[in-house]
């Protein structure tokens, strides 16, 4: 459940889930910065939270010091029937070498530029598709009506799944990724997403396809299959990292599109810049924030970290870290110095950010051609998640 205390001291009792938090995490980063630059809180076990460019980079390549055995920026606390995939995890992401090591290997080729380039055109077209559905009627949630409808189609042509059933998948990754406090949400989506992934696998056993999922299951790694549970994990980690990633990027670079016409007509003016600024717009509203286990206790920036320990890897404070980029809280579509983390950084840096930077592009390409002009209908109305939704079903 979410924590009702509100949060007086953000340097030794940070809450994430708060809703102060979710609407300005920056000037919250900023303090933290100046005062506390590795923040702790004990609500959901025992956390610490870098706020620093260079020590959230530190800890993402100090592999043996921090694990990401555990991943979950909130733990999942599931109790049953999760059993299948959460026995391996989601490698390559929830694995320490040598699992992430062979299963990120078995997974790259999928992601590699001459592959993604194919899912341009399909991309395009979907992109297409959807504006043709709502151009006319002059207002729409660019959110959900848009945004959120790209990744989800992309990935199930790639693992080979029903495009048809995006919806599904969509909301399953939803109850995954947004109750973060709720177990047994989270566990409708896991137990979702297994079982067809597992009724997949068995249609594929006699009949193998020439999708990823096939791929998969038919690999062999130093002459042994690699075994089904792998599979699973596997698959529903390139649903749940491809989706929910892709489609707050794309949300977010309309949200600034649409409050900033400045940026939104330069670019419309000058497309040669899409690339800058797509970047900018992944360092600036960065929506990816996992975690990683302290694996032994150790002194880490003068903090007193103990074994067990989970560690915030808040990419999206290190992009926003005035240390490492000039004018860190301004949005600069031309920026050209642009080392952001957004993807990550070391061994587990983002499989898909190939994939990711065309159907961002995409997007806002498709969008802008077709829309050059356009703001908020109601600014009131946009809200930032950080975790949480109204479950529909209830
Ligand atoms: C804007 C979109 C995306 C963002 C911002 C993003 C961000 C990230 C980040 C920060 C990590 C590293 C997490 C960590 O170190 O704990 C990561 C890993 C990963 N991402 Fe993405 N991602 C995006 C899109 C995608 C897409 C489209 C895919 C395709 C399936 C994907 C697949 C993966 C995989 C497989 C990993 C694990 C890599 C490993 O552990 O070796 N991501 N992503």
Not at 11 to 35: A, G, K, M, N, Q
Not at 36 to 47: E, L, N, Y
Not at 247 to 275: F, Q
Not at 302 to 324: I, T, W, Y
Request: proline share 7%; aromatic share 8%; with cysteine.
């Amino acid at each position: 459940m979410t924590d009702p205390r509100p949060v007086e001291r953000w340097d030794t009792d940070f809450d994430v889930l708060s809703p102060t938090y979710i609407e300005d995490p920056f000037s919250i980063w900023d303090e933290l910065r100046r005062t506390c630059p590795v923040a702790h809180s004990d609500r959901r076990g025992s956390t610490w939270l870098p706020t620093r460019y260079r020590d959230v980079v530190d800890v993402a390549h100090n592999v043996e010091g921090f694990s990401s055995s555990d991943i979950t920026v909130i733990p999942l606390n599931l109790e049953r029937g999760d059993q299948r995939v959460l026995q391996n995890g989601l490698p390559p992401l929830s694995a320490d070498p040598p699992l992430h090591t062979w299963t990120r290997r078995i997974l790259l080729p999928w992601f590699s530029h001459q592959r993604v380039d194919s899912y341009e055109l399909f991309t395009r077209k979907l992109c297409g598709e959807l504006l043709d559905g709502f151009i006319a009627d002059g207002t729409v949630d660019a959110g959900t009506e848009y945004a959120r409808q790209i990744p989800v189609r992309v990935i199930a042509d790639i693992l080979g799944v029903p495009v048809s059933m995006s919806h599904t998948f969509t909301g399953w990754v939803q109850d995954i990724l947004e109750f973060t406090d709720e177990p047994a949400i989270r566990r409708r989506g896991i137990e979702g997403l297994v079982g067809l992934f597992s009724k997949e696998v068995e249609r594929r056993k006699p009949q193998p396809g020439d999708d990823l999922l096939s791929d998969l299951l038919h690999t062999e790694v130093d002459g042994v299959a690699v075994e089904e549970g792998v599979v699973l994990g596997i698959a529903a980690l390139v649903l749940i990292a491809g989706i929910d990633t892709t489609w707050s990027a794309i949300g977010s670079s309309l949200w600034h599109l649409a409050t900033h016409p400045e940026d939104r007509d330069r670019l419309v003016a000058d497309p040669g810049i899409m690339p800058t600024a797509i970047e900018e717009f992944l360092r600036a509203y960065s929506p990816v924030t996992t975690a990683r286990v302290v694996t032994e206790d150790v002194e880490f920036a003068r903090c007193p970290m103990k074994a067990g320990d989970k560690v915030l890897m808040s990419f999206p404070a290190a992009n926003r870290d005035p240390e490492a980029f000039e004018d860190a809280d301004r949005v600069i579509i031309d920026r050209d110095l642009n080392r952001h983390v957004a993807f990550g950084s070391g061994i587990h840096r983002c499989a898909g950010s190939n994939l990711a930077r065309i159907q961002i592009r995409v997007a806002l390409e498709e969008w802008l051609q077709r829309i050059p002009t356009f703001r908020l209908a109601d600014a009131g109305e946009v809200t930032w998640s950080g975790g949480r939704r109204e479950d529909p079903t209830t």
